[in-house]
């Protein structure tokens, strides 16, 4: 198959209409401007598949229709966004940054906690198991020295385009096989039985906010944050939009606040006299102590 042939199949779609190279770059401009989401050419069996899905449930005769349903939808629009975003993540992802985290920033948020509050972003939030990992890491393992950030003033925010996973990480329910994922000692504290599978006990659910923001969108949060997590997000996105988004996350951070991004990720060298590194896909922001 070469980007000038049409698909026309994909497991699980029977006889659906053939994606032709002219709809997938419709498609993909229209993720372009909604989400600054960049699809290759090698996406386009993914879209197939996807939307191929959609247009059944629509009853609609092409992929044309569809694109022009979406020109006049909304809620089509934000159905098709939401289809063709990878909402990939797990719970202790990238385990370095919540070692980090737990040995060299953690001190100084409970420093924090105690002048004016601490809070993290975890932006780009998919299902919550990762500001569901971060609580966990501030709370640690033991409940009584836990209370410094649950009877305090911290507080975790929790952000996607993705009105599905935001349900979904605001709820803080998961399937049982995902507790697996996360260490014993801190599933048996932090989490407890619930109707097919687990949930983070509503305590730790309390000190997360989960919303939906497009983050090229005008963000809503007045204050800045101490720590921001913005992990396999910026993959998506074409150059430009990520010079973009780390201009405005670094702008988002306190002095001394932390940025971690994910393992296939790089600040651009204009961020170089901001952001010093401090591990692996790690960045302080100089000019203060959080
Ligand atoms: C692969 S997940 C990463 C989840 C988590 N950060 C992790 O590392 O495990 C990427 C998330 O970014 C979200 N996303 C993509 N484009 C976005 C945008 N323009 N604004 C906000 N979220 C976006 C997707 O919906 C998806 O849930």
Redesign the pocket.
Known sequence: MSFHSPITSAPGLGMAPALTPAEFAAIAAIMQEQ???HLSETKMTLVYSRLGRRLRVRGLRDFTDYIKLVGSDPVEMNTMVEAL??????FF?EPHHFTHLEKDVLPILKDKARQDGVRIW?????TG??VHTIAMVLLGLDRNAARWALGGDVKLLA????SE?VAGAASGHYAANLLEQIPAAYAKLWTQPAAEGFEIIPEVRAMVTARI????DRWPMRRRFDVI?????MI?FDNEAKAELERRLVDQLEPGGFLYI?HSERLTDRMRSQMQPCGQTIYRKTGGAV
Do not use: K, P, Q, W
């Open positions: 989400a600054r989401i975003t990878t909402n990939h993540t797990h992802r975890s932006a780009g939030c998919s198991e990762e952000t996607d385009i993705s996973v923001l497009n983050l090229f997590f913005c992990r396999n997000v998506y994910g």
